[in-house]
Nanobody, 124 residues
Framework: QVQLVESGGGLVQAGGSLRLSCAAS????????MGWFRQAPGKERDFVAA????????LYADSVKGRFTISRDNAKSTVYLQMNSLKPEDTVVYYC?????????????????WGQGTQVTVSS
């Protein structure tokens, strides 16, 4: 069974930082690229960041470039999203996803497994 479990969400002031973690099953984590998506209230789920299986290539949404960093630790079967300089507009639910191959992609359709999400709230 493939399982993705997010953690690290919470309440933070604008300008602060949070680090989200996503623990995945070993087999899935070692095979697939991983991604982070987010969904604001009343809106669709949008791409945030992605990383290849090897960790050698990453992609970021324009809205988070320079502020967020995706990384992975294959020994721990965990992918991270370091979020710095947080803004009130970052107040959304963040979802971890495992892709269907080892590459990176921004498309939701290319991700076969999803976590349940973790809430991030940024106060001004």
């Amino acid at each position: 069974q493939v399982q993705l479990v997010e953690s690290g969400g919470g309440l933070v002031q604008a300008g602060g930082s949070l680090r989200l973690s996503c623990a995945a099953s070993r087999r899935t984590f070692r095979t697939y690229g991983m991604g982070w998506f987010r969904q604001a209230p009343g809106k669709e789920r949008d791409f945030v960041a992605a990383i290849t299986w090897s960790g050698g290539s990453t992609l970021y949404a324009d809205s988070v470039k320079g502020r967020f960093t995706i990384s992975r630790d294959n020994a721990k079967s965990t992918v991270y999203l370091q979020m710095n300089s947080l803004k009130p507009e970052d107040t959304v639910v963040y979802y971890c996803a495992a892709g269907n191959n080892a590459g990176v992609t921004i498309n939701r359709r290319d991700y076969g497994y999803w976590g349940q999400g973790t809430q991030v709230t940024v106060s001004s």
